[in-house]
Every structure is written in structure tokens, then in C-alpha cells.
């Protein structure tokens, strides 16, 4: 030691200095201690929670997307159809209610006529409910506590933040689609007035090459804010309802602590029907929105604003409920069969992962 051999050091000096040495070599080993005791704690917190998968999520994701789509289509056509659907000066309208809409469609397209549109929209709702589901996931698994809980303010964040992560497909997939849907009614009112020379044969292809020779990347986001209205509140609704009404039905038997199959199906129904209605209003301003070509007379809108205002002014506060009881019938089995075909696991199957 420095004092070791020194006369010139005072021995109180010299016990201080040892003293204060002693107090450091304990506040050192102390520090040393804690810093192993919180990195173990880390450890042990980190391998108790499961690993987010996202790959077979993303798969399970576009697998149920496909399958909901395909089983609803027709009614959502008959609900686009509907939406779009304006009434004359006389109140006289093409379609009366939703089983005239099946019934004429039917009688003057066919068969194939009810899935007018659904090869763009199979195409795109892959990445779609992909997107969605996963996404909710996804914020779900980083929103949740470091004691497990998931506060339903949390859920209707990650429910949110799903919906808003969606938009970047759904608002393209939509628009193409609504013009595909909606192509019927408007050569069928072009007939009924005689003006048959002046019907227009459309594709998904020759939408898209003329949105973008004339607008650019930027046409087919027509309506992405209305859209956004619509997906944001939905998924806000939607996820956390579901997340409660799943919670309460039986668990497989594997231990997983996963709901049985036909729980998520009635959940993913109810929930999803509960929360259709509610956007129901927000659905029908951005339909009007997205239509690209309008009917002989009907009415043009310049942003959500407007349409609000000239819906309420020509139609009433019931037109936002236009093909409501539709839009619940379509989505009702839409996300009871997404979310069913989502839990079933098959992307961990393709992957082999352990579910």
C-alpha cells in the first residue's frame, strides 16, 4: 500500500482510507451481485414467454383469408350492390331488398355472375387478412405486460394498429373489386334506359393499366382515407370483442390452452357482425367513394365529408345503413371461418413447426 513504510501518514488518515477502500470492495461486489441476480431474472422471464412465429401466422393468415372469401362472396356483391344502389327521383330503385338483388342478379349474369370480381379480390385478401391477423397478433404479443395482462385499452390499440397496417392492400383490393361488383347494376340500369351502346366491357387488368396511365400508383388508393376510417374502427371493435368471447368457450384438449374450433367460429361471427354494424355508416361513405362509374343522374361526392352531408341531405340517415344486415351476413361467416382455419394451425403444419 502507498501508506506501507510512510511515517509522513497520520494513523486517523490512514484508517479512513482503509475504511473507505473496505466500504468500495462491498458496494462492488454488492453491484456485481445485483447485475447477475437481474440478468438471470431477465433470462428466466424472456425462455417463460413463448416466441412470436410469424411466418406460420402469415400463412394461416392467407389460408383463412381465401377460405372466408370463397364460402361469402356472393353476399358481399349483393351488399356492394346495394350500397351503390340509388334512389330516383320517384323513389323508384332496381333492387328492393337483398333477396331481389340475388334473384335478379342471378336471373340476368348466372352463377358465375355472383363472383363477378372475386378473382382480384381471392388474389389480394391473401396478404390482406395475412396482414390483419398477424399484425394483431403480432402488437397483441409486444402490447402485453411483464405480468401477462393485456388491458383492453392495449387491445383496442393492437386492434387499431392492425387495421391501419391492412389499408396499404385492402384500399387497392377494394377498389378493383367494387368496380367488378358493381359493373352489373350499372349496365343493367344503362339497358333499362336504352343506352346499351355505351356499356363498357371491364377487367381487373384494364381498371388498374388506366388508373395507372392516368393517375399514376395514386389512382388505385383512391379512398384510402375512408378506408382507413373504416378498417381502423372495425379492427378496434372487432379484435378485442373477439379476444373475450373466444376466452370463454371450452380448450382443446392438447393442452394448448387454445379454444376449440367451433368456439372461435361463433366468436369470430358474433364479433365480427357486432362490429360490421357498427362501421356500417363508414362502409357505405367509402363504397360510394371508391365507385368509379357512376349510374345516368347519381350523385358525385368530392371526399368524406361531402358524401356525408349529400347522403343525409338526398337519402336520409338511413342510407348509412344500406346494406347493413348484408354487410353482417357476409362478415359474420367471413371471420367465424377465418379466425377457425387461422387457429387450426396449418401454416405450423407446412413449416413443421410445434404448435
Not at 340500369?189 to 384494364?206: D, F
Not at 357498427?278 to 343522374?297: I, M
Request: net charge positive.
Amino acid at each position: 500500500m502507498l501508506w506501507e513504510g510512510s511515517a509522513g501518514i497520520h494513523p486517523r488518515v490512514k484508517q479512513v482510507l482503509l475504511s473507505f477502500i473496505d466500504s468500495y470492495k462491498c458496494l462492488y461486489r454488492v453491484q456485481t451481485v445485483l447485475e447477475t441476480s437481474v440478468k438471470d431474472s431477465k433470462e428466466r422471464i424472456m425462455g417463460d414467454q413463448p416466441k412470436f412465429k410469424l411466418l406460420p401466422k402469415i400463412l394461416n393468415g392467407g389460408i383463412a383469408g381465401i377460405v372466408g372469401v370463397t364460402c361469402v362472396f356472393p353476399l358481399d356483391l349483393v351488399k356492394t350492390r346495394l350500397q351503390n344502389q340509388q334512389i330516383g327521383p320517384n323513389g323508384e330503385r332496381m333492387y328492393n331488398s337483398m333477396l331481389d338483388c340475388f334473384k335478379k342478379t342471378y336471373r340476368v349474369e348466372g352463377y358465375f355472375g355472383m363472383y363477378r370480381g372475386s378473382g382480384v379480390n381471392i388474389l389480394l385478401i391473401t396478404p390482406e387478412k395475412a396482414i390483419k391477423l398477424t399484425a394483431n397478433d403480432f402488437f397483441r404479443h409486444h402490447l402485453t405486460t411483464k405480468e401477462g395482462r393485456l388491458p383492453v385499452q392495449r387491445e383496442m390499440m393492437a386492434g387499431g394498429l392492425a387495421g391501419l397496417c391492412q389499408i396499404v392492400v385492402t384500399t387497392p383490393m377494394e377498389l378493383l373489386k367494387i368496380q367488378l361488383q358493381d359493373a352489373g347494376r350499372v349496365a343493367a340500369q344503362a339497358k333499362a334506359s336504352g343506352q346499351t351502346a355505351n356499356i363498357p366491357k371491364i377487367s381487373a387488368t384494364s381498371i388498374t393499366l388506366k388508373l395507372l396511365r392516368e393517375k399514376g400508383i395514386v389512382g388505385l388508393y383512391k379512398g384510402t382515407a375512408a378506408t382507413m376510417l373504416r378498417d381502423v374502427s372495425f379492427s378496434v371493435v372487432y379484435f378485442p370483442l373477439f379476444a373475450h368471447l373466444n376466452s370463454l368457450g371450452p380448450r382443446k384438449a392438447d393442452g394448448s390452452g387454445e379454444a376449440v374450433f367451433w368456439c372461435s367460429f361463433l366468436a369470430g361471427c358474433a364479433s365480427g357482425s357486432l362490429a360490421a354494424l357498427a362501421v356500417n355508416p363508414f362502409d357505405v361513405v367509402k363504397t360510394r367513394l371508391q365507385l368509379l362509374s357512376k349510374g345516368a343522374g347519381e350523385t358525385q361526392y368530392n371526399g368524406i365529408a361531402d358524401a356525408i352531408l349529400k347522403i343525409i341531405k338526398n337519402e336520409g340517415p338511413k342510407a348509412f345503413f344500406k346494406g347493413g344486415a348484408c354487410r353482417m351476413i357476409v362478415i359474420a361467416p367471413l371471420f367465424g371461418i377465418a379466425q377457425m382455419v387461422y387457429y387450426f394451425g396449418v401454416g405450423e403444419a407446412i413449416l413443421g413447426y410445434k404448435k
